[in-house]
């Protein structure tokens, strides 16, 4: 029953005959290399990976339906293998698009995705509220698509950056759209240092991880609630929050 389900999923977003030769050879594993309709170029998976639970959130059940009109800027951060900056760099083809991932299989994968198009950044690094060091791993057993990061000031791996110091990187003056998807990382986000740039984002796409990390939810909602004087709340498929600053235009 599930499989069939999944076929119905692939039939109804790409079309009978597409659908089902994309069903079959994700039945089958073939998944390095991947076309779909409306995506300029192929985009690889790795078989047997959270690869393909990543692709049916984005791709088939469509949890990232968010749209901006014009967008300049877009930040992805937990960007995993790039499908989310592969689906809006389709969407919106003038955007500049900044990928950031701190795990380094991951980001090789974001690489090989998202590196045939224009305008499109890599950032090695997690996101934090302040540039330090990070430790990466798989902390909940949940494979590729859940890997975390924890302030490792002495011994960590890789860099952090905060969104302060990646708007004054890159030149930014508004983001247009911030994905976060950071496995419990937004607690520290949106505990502190969050005042000059928050106000300065039009859009915040989020996944709150309560589940992995207590307060997660609470500390994202005061820091909204004190940078962003006029905002509205929107759902969307899956476990996305969107929050929409009512004063940018």
Not at 12 to 25: A, D, P, T
Not at 41 to 46: A, G
Not at 151 to 159: A, F, K, S, W
Request: aromatic share 12%.
């Amino acid at each position: 029953m599930k499989k069939v389900k999944l076929a119905a999923k692939f039939c109804l977003n790409f079309g009978l005959f597409k659908g089902l030769w994309l069903f079959i050879k994700f039945q089958a594993g073939f998944t390095e290399k991947v076309k779909l309709p409306a995506i300029k170029y192929p985009i690889s998976l790795r078989p047997g990976t959270s690869d393909a639970i990543t692709f049916r959130d984005i791709f088939l059940d469509n949890q990232y339906n968010v749209s901006v009109r014009n967008p300049k800027i877009i930040i992805d951060g937990g960007a995993n293998i790039g499908l989310f900056t592969v689906l809006m760099k389709n969407k919106y083809p003038d955007a500049k698009i900044i990928a950031i991932e701190p795990d380094g299989d991951n980001f090789m994968e974001l690489k090989k995705n998202a590196s045939p198009y224009q305008d499109v950044f890599f950032e090695n690094y997690g996101i934090w509220n302040t540039d330090t060091k990070l430790k990466v791993y798989d902390k909940y057993n949940r494979g590729k698509w859940g890997v975390v990061v924890e302030e490792d000031p002495e011994n960590g791996t890789i860099p952090a950056i905060s969104i302060h110091s990646l708007m004054k990187k890159y030149q930014i003056d508004c983001i247009d759209i911030l994905k976060l998807d950071i496995e419990a990382s937004e607690k520290q986000l949106f505990l502190n240092h969050y005042e000059e740039w928050l106000p300065k984002v039009k859009k915040i796409v989020i996944e709150l991880h309560d589940g992995f990390e207590e307060d997660c939810s609470r500390t994202f909602f005061e820091a909204i609630n004190k940078a962003i004087p006029r905002y509205k709340l929107h759902t969307t498929r899956g476990e996305n929050l969107i929050i929409e600053n009512l004063d940018i235009a």
